[in-house]
C-alpha cells in the first residue's frame, strides 16, 4: 500500500477492488467506475457508473501504472501490491473483487476473492487450464462469494438475436455450426509483442482469444462440449517467420524491414516507453518493446478444430491470427433450417457498421434477413451492454449472458484441448480435462 492512500468511505454503493488496471481493465472496470485517461477532461459521462458503484482498491503489480492513472483521472484510490491481496480486503472491504490481470494470474485473484467469501467478476479467460477451472468450481462450491466471467461476446446484439432465434426453433435441432474466424494482421501481430504470446503466460491463442469463440457457440446452441480434435501451427510470427527480417540487421533496419511495421502506430516506432492505447506506460510489464519475431513465442497462430457436443452437433472451427480483414462467417444448421451471418470490421474499405444481417434459411419455405442494429461501440456493441449488466443490472437474464464459473471452465477446456489435439494429434475428451462429469 502506498503513502497516498486513504481510509475508504462509507457511501451504500457497491464496492470494488480492481486487480490489473490494464487496458481491459480500465475500459470495462475502472473506467465506469471513475473515468477514462483518454478523455481528458474527466467529464461525468466518461464515468456513467460513479453512482452505482466505488472503485475502493487497485492491485497491480506496477506502482508506477497505477499512479499514472491516479493523476489522469485526479482520484486517491488506494493501491496494493499482488502480495498485499489480504490486506486489501481487510482494509477496504470490497463487495466484489474484479479481475483483469494477464490471464494466468487470474486463478490466484479469482480463489483468494472466493476464499474470502467475495462475489469475482473475472475477464476472459477465467484460467489458463482446465485443471484450474476444475479449482474454480470446486472454491465456488465452497464459498457463499459467486464468480461470474465476463464473456463480452455473448452481449453483442447480433449474438442475442442469433441465441432468440435459436432458442425460438429457427433451425429445429442444431445439428452442426461453421465459425471462421479472421484476425486482421495489425491486430493479430500485437498478441505476438505482449505477454500473451506465451503458453505460460496466456494458454495460447486457444484458449486467450478462441475462448471468446468456444464459449459464444456453446451458448448460442446451448450445449456442452465433449471432445475436441485439431489442427494447428505458428505460420507467420516467431522466430522462423517468413516475414522476420532476420536479428543481423540493426534494430532501426529490422524495424524499416518488418512487414507488420505498416501497422504500427507513430508512437511504437519512437524509442520512447510502450503506451497502451489509453496514454498509460507499463514500465514494469514492458521495459522495452517486444518484437513479434522473438524466440520466446511457443503459441500457435492458426487453427483448424472440430468440436462434438453433448447431444450430436458438432463445431467446425477455423481461426488465423494473421488476415487481410478482420471478422467472421458463421452458420448454425439445424434439422428444419440454417441461420447466416458474416461480419467484417477493421477491413479498408469500412462496411457500414450493422450493414450485414443475419439470414434465415428454413428448409422448407421462404427465407428471412434480420437486419443487425447497435455494433459500432466496443467488440461488436458488445461491450457497453456488458458494463451496463455489470454496474447497473435490471432484472432477470433471459438469454443467459452472465456467463458462471461452469461456462468459464468450458471455454477454457475447450481451448486446451485444442493445442493438446495437435501436440498429441488425437481426440481429447473434455471431461478427462475437467476431470469432471461433462456438465458438471
Ligand atoms: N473481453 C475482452 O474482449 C478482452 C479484451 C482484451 C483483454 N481481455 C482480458 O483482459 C485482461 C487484461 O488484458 P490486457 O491486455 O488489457 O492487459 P494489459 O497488458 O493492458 O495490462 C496488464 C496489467 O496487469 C498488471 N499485472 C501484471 N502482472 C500482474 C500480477 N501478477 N498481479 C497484478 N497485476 C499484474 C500489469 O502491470 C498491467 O497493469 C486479460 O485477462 C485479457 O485476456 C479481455
Not at 253 to 277: H, I, L, M, Q
Request: proline share 8%; charged share 25%.
Amino acid at each position: 500500500m502506498d503513502d497516498d492512500n486513504q481510509p475508504a468511505t462509507v457511501t451504500g454503493r457497491t464496492r470494488y477492488a480492481l486487480c490489473g488496471l490494464s487496458v481491459r481493465g480500465i475500459s470495462v472496470f475502472a473506467g465506469p467506475l471513475l473515468g477514462r485517461p483518454d478523455r481528458p477532461p474527466i467529464a461525468p459521462d466518461t464515468a456513467p457508473y460513479a453512482d452505482a458503484g466505488e472503485l475502493v482498491a487497485i492491485l497491480d503489480r506496477d506502482a508506477d501504472r497505477v499512479e499514472q492513472y491516479r493523476v489522469a483521472v485526479d482520484a486517491k484510490v488506494p493501491w496494493y501490491s499482488p502480495e498485499q491481496f489480504d490486506r486489501m480486503v481487510t482494509e477496504t472491504r470490497p463487495d466484489v473483487i474484479l479481475v483483469a490481470t494477464p490471464d494466468h494470474t487470474h486463478v490466484d485473484y479469482v480463489l483468494s476473492g472466493l476464499t474470502a467469501g467475495l462475489d469475482v467478476i473475472v475477464e476472459k479467460p477465467m484460467v489458463t487450464s482446465a485443471e484450474d477451472a476444475a479449482r474454480v468450481i470446486a472454491a465456488a462450491q465452497d464459498s457463499p462469494g459467486t464468480v461470474r466471467v465476463t464473456h463480452n461476446l455473448r452481449y453483442a446484439p447480433r449474438h442475442q438475436r442469433l441465441r432468440q432465434l435459436i432458442a425460438d426453433g429457427a433451425v429445429g435441432r442444431v445439428t452442426s455450426v461453421e465459425l471462421v474466424w479472421n484476425v486482421g494482421a495489425r491486430h493479430g501481430a500485437s498478441y505476438f509483442r505482449r505477454w500473451n504470446r506465451t503458453r505460460a503466460r496466456s494458454g495460447g491463442l486457444s484458449i486467450h482469444k478462441s475462448c471468446h469463440h468456444f464459449d459464444l457457440v456453446g451458448w448460442l446452441i446451448d450445449a456442452v462440449p465433449e471432445q475436441v480434435f485439431a489442427y494447428g501451427a505458428r505460420n507467420f510470427f516467431g522466430a522462423d517467420s517468413p516475414h522476420n527480417p532476420g536479428r543481423e540487421l540493426t534494430a532501426a533496419e529490422r524495424t524499416e524491414a518488418d512487414p507488420y511495421r505498416w501497422y504500427e502506430t507513430a508512437s511504437a516506432a519512437d524509442a520512447g516507453p510502450v503506451r497502451d492505447s489509453v496514454g498509460l506506460s507499463y514500465p514494469d510489464q514492458y521495459p522495452q518493446r517486444l518484437s513479434a519475431y522473438d524466440p520466446e513465442i511457443d503459441i500457435e497462430d492458426t487453427y483448424s478444430v472440430v468440436v462434438r457436443y453433448r447431444g450430436g452437433a458438432s463445431l467446425n472451427y477455423s481461426i488465423q491470427f494473421s488476415a487481410p480483414w478482420e471478422g467472421y462467417r458463421l452458420a448454425v444448421n439445424g434439422t428444419h433450417g440454417r441461420l447466416e451471418t458474416d461480419l467484417y470490421y477493421d477491413v479498408e474499405p469500412l462496411p457500414p457498421a450493422g450493414s450485414t444481417p443475419i439470414t434465415h434459411y428454413p428448409l422448407f419455405g421462404a427465407g428471412r434477413a434480420y437486419p443487425v442494429d447497435g455494433e459500432d461501440t466496443g467488440h461488436l456493441g458488445a461491450d457497453p451492454l456488458l458494463v451496463a449488466d455489470l454496474f447497473r443490472p435490471t432484472g432477470d437474464d433471459p438469454l443467459g449472458c452472465r456467463a458462471d464459473a461452469q461456462a468459464g471452465a468450458y471455454a477454457v477446456a475447450v481451448g486446451e484441448a485444442v493445442w493438446r489435439s495437435i501436440k498429441d494429434n488425437r481426440p481429447v475428451n473434455i471431461a478427462d480435462l475437467l476431470r469432471t462429469e461433462a456438465g458438471g
